[in-house]
């Protein structure tokens, strides 16, 4: 599985724009990016998932270079209900052994 | 149902007591998964099925851990003569891919577990 880099920690105020960046150097061919969720004293949720350029859904967007070699996770317009733990993950898409890291908690202030 | 039930959601135990963690499923998926997740720590991988065959069990901790899945649906995960090392979240997960979950998991709310 590659190996992936993510801040520990990250504050925000309610409306602005939240950008997580995870590296994962060592990501392979077939390899994908994936995001979730964790609010407390709840299971993950999925965000997000992406190979390459940009993708876009109602909740976020993810950012991926040409090289792939780092991804960007876009929150828009954040609100205190966002603040959470976020996981980069990168795998094949046959993976099953999910690797969560310790994420990074984003802390959404009023 | 809706989503992933799990149960109890919290359970306490004292050390050396046998615990057994009941997850349900969402209806027809076919693959289910276990996880635990410490205080601070993100979830890690215990066990996997594919209906009711358990196709990877690599990451249970000691053999004291023993997860089923009898008829491909409700799961159970047990934990026996529980240690203090055992105290954490044990998350259940299902999809309906067949080893390919990728973004797809649906992870129910957890079971903490606490042993005194």
């Known amino acids: 599985l590659a190996k992936t880099t993510q801040p520990i920690s990250m504050d925000s105020y309610e409306g602005q724009e939240v950008n997580i960046t995870c590296s994962h150097n060592?990501?392979?061919?077939?390899?994908?990016i994936t995001w979730y969720q964790q609010f407390p004293s709840q299971g993950p949720r999925f965000i997000i998932q992406?190979?390459?350029t940009k993708v876009t859904n109602e909740v976020a967007s993810l950012f991926i270079p040409a090289d792939r070699k780092s991804s960007t996770l876009s929150l828009p317009r954040v609100s205190l209900s966002d603040t959470a733990v976020y996981y980069c993950?990168?795998?094949?898409?046959?993976?099953?052994?999910?690797?969560f890291g310790a994420g990074t908690t984003v802390t959404v202030r009023a | 149902g809706a989503g992933v039930s799990q149960s109890p959601r919290y359970k306490v135990a004292k050390r050396g007591q046998d615990v057994a963690l009941r997850c349900d499923p969402i209806?027809?998926?076919?693959?289910l998964f276990w996880y635990q997740q410490a205080l601070g720590q993100g979830p890690e991988f215990l066990t996997y099925?594919?209906?009711?065959?358990?196709?990877?069990k690599s990451g249970l901790p000691s053999d004291r851990f023993f997860a089923e899945r009898p008829e491909g649906s409700v799961s159970t995960l047990k934990i026996q003569r529980t240690q203090q090392e055992d105290s954490a979240v044990y998350l259940c997960?299902?999809?309906?891919?067949?080893?390919?979950?990728?973004?797809?998991?649906?992870f129910g709310e957890g079971s903490r577990l606490t042993v005194l």
């Open positions: 997960a299902s999809s309906s891919s067949r080893g390919s979950p990728t973004g797809e998991l649906f």
């Open positions: 060592n990501i392979a061919t077939n390899d994908y």
């Open positions: 992406g190979y390459k």
């Open positions: 993950l990168v795998g094949p898409a046959n993976d099953y052994k999910l690797s």
């Open positions: 209806s027809g998926h076919v693959s």
């Open positions: 099925f594919q209906n009711e065959a358990q196709l990877d």
